[in-house]
């Protein structure tokens, strides 16, 4: 009689079962859709300011433009929190499929808008769905690929992040210098290019979520809801296409159930709240606010300032062309009238051409490139996170303070845009959210860091066009000693490499002292 039990019918280990699927061909290709899910989400947001600046044909006041400009942001406040909760409980692909699709659907309408609320309106529902991908491509990557990867995996997604502004300019510029316009009596309008421009930037999010389509759930997903078989076929398929061969040579026939729980039936809004709430509680809660405020540092100093950075181009420009560019940003910048020859011009009046200045769209490609190369760096870098995350918000700071220190504008500009590259540390942020806190909580973890961001950014972008123009050096050097808090908080992050425990050393120290006895321990059958 066989007294052993059959090794291939023991139950495995998620993360083992996951380990033996490897890295190929699916993870790639899946790295691949999420990044252009991400890149289309940051041409959305970056993109519509361009539209908002190019349609002249809505007549719209600088009051309007500022209100169709936020909107993407609100949009993303008022309904990240739902998504969180959506992908934490109906999955992570459905999150991506069907909000994706209707954005885009969204879009196409909204290029017919007769009116700027209309437009105004439209867009905000499309934001409202394309949201939905904040919570689940970081969070799908992360439990579909082996853990030697995913972190890398997760940096490299950000680098088409940090290129979705130059991305927006590459595809704004050609659109807008197209020549037509067609009238359309159904909705009494002219289609024009920026109308045009509308549906271009909505491609990539049509296309993310055909391609999304055809990828298997999240297997870390399915096994913690209780679905061992689903999430057990999902490994296998990807077994499959990495391995090129059968789902047949797969060896893990069945997964243990150990970490599962069953889930209580409650009402949406207790549900999403017993869905955060443990974020807020031991042994999180440190985390969470620690992650959260060097979230809410990074959007805000990234994205508050980075909206300003063509009207500093321009000023720059328009100083040098009158022979008066002398000194930094702060001692150029002012609300009166520049100069020029026998003519008086103000900077901050706006004259719509319906196009965007080659030398804006230059600037975006150029800064987004390099930081996005950077990021690509970075993700060679993925076992000393922390390290690199500190390194990033003192650079920042460090930035922030010569910027007000240097004598002429150009070095000024250099050091303007080294401060905004806290956006480097947005993917090392989001492998951290993937890492600490448990399946469960990951989508709403990931949601809830979106809504910080994007509120910080709503906030920031309003506070820094108040005092910039009236206490630029005070307001720079203050922000920098914001981002300098946030390095001190980085640096309480847990370390990328564990130490070793004193138990597990004396375990190695045993076995090698007396190695049969820990051999004989260890070939010890299972009990059938």
């Avoid at 679905?227 to 997964?255: M, P, Q």
């Avoid at 063509?310 to 520049?338: F, H, Q, V, W």
Wanted: hydrophobic letters at 45%; proline letters at 5%; glycine letters at 6%.
């Amino acid at each position: 009689m066989d007294t052993k039990c059959d090794s291939e019918e023991a139950p495995t280990t998620f993360e083992d079962a996951l380990d033996k699927t490897g890295n190929g061909l699916y993870n790639i290709l899946l790295v691949m859709t999420c990044s252009l899910i991400l890149l289309a989400i940051g041409i959305d947001l970056f993109g519509f300011s361009l539209v908002v600046a190019a349609a002249c044909d809505l007549q719209l006041t600088v009051v309007q433009k500022g209100i169709l400009t936020s909107l993407p942001f609100i949009g993303i406040l008022l309904v990240s929190y739902l998504w969180g909760y959506v992908s934490d409980t109906r999955g992570r692909r459905f999150t991506l499929v069907i909000p994706l699709l209707l954005s885009f659907i969204l879009s196409c309408i909204s290029s017919l808008a007769p009116h700027w609320l209309f437009l105004g309106l439209v867009k905000f529902l499309c934001v409202c769905f394309a949201c939905a991908a904040n919570s689940a491509t970081y969070t799908l990557v992360g439990e579909s690929c082996i853990q030697r990867v995913r972190n890398r995996y997760m940096l490299l997604m950000t680098c088409l992040i940090l290129l979705s502004p130059a991305v927006a300019g590459i595809l704004t510029y050609p659109t807008l210098k197209l020549d037509f316009a067609v009238e359309i009596t159904w909705f009494n309008i002219v289609y024009k290019p920026w109308r045009l421009l509308i549906v271009v930037l909505a491609l990539p999010s049509g296309i993310g979520a055909a391609a999304i389509y055809f990828f298997c759930e999240s297997p870390k997903f399915l096994y913690n809801s209780g679905r061992s078989d689903e999430a057990l076929e999902v490994l296998r398929h990807i077994y499959k296409v990495n391995h090129r061969g059968s789902k047949e040579e797969f060896t893990v026939h069945s997964l243990s159930l150990g970490d599962y729980t069953p889930k209580k039936q409650m009402s949406l809004l207790r549900a999403m709240y017993e869905q955060s709430a443990p974020l807020f509680r031991p042994p999180y809660v440190w985390r969470s606010a620690q992650l959260f405020y060097i979230v809410a540092v990074v959007y805000i100093t990234n994205n508050s300032f980075l909206v300003w950075l063509p009207y500093i181009l321009n000023l720059i420009r328009l100083s040098m062309d009158s022979g008066t560019a002398t000194g930094n940003i702060c001692e150029l910048i002012s609300t009166k009238p520049l100069s020029i020859g026998n003519s008086t011009k103000n900077i901050t009046h706006e004259v719509c051409t319906g196009t965007v200045e080659h030398n804006v769209i230059l600037t975006l490609i150029a800064s987004q490139s390099v930081f996005a190369f950077f990021n690509f760096l970075i993700s060679y870098l993925q076992n000393r996170r922390r390290l690199v995350l500190i390194c990033i918000l003192c650079l920042s700071s460090i930035s922030g303070t010569c910027l007000n220190l240097v004598p002429e504008p150009i070095s000024s500009v250099f050091f303007f845009m080294v401060f905004t590259c806290t956006c480097l540390g947005m993917g090392i942020l989001a492998s951290y959210f993937v890492d600490i806190y448990p399946t469960s909580y990951r989508g709403m973890a990931a949601c809830l860091s979106i809504m910080v961001g994007r509120s910080s950014t709503f906030v920031g972008i309003n506070v820094v066009g108040n005092l910039i123009f009236h206490h630029c050096q005070v307001t720079f050097y203050l922000w920098s000693l914001l981002v300098l808090t946030s390095a001190v908080a980085a640096w309480f992050l847990p370390p990328d490499k564990p130490a070793v425990s004193d138990t597990k050393i004396n375990e190695s120290l045993t076995m090698l002292k007396n190695p049969k006895i820990k051999l004989s321990e260890a070939n010890e059958p299972e009990p059938c």
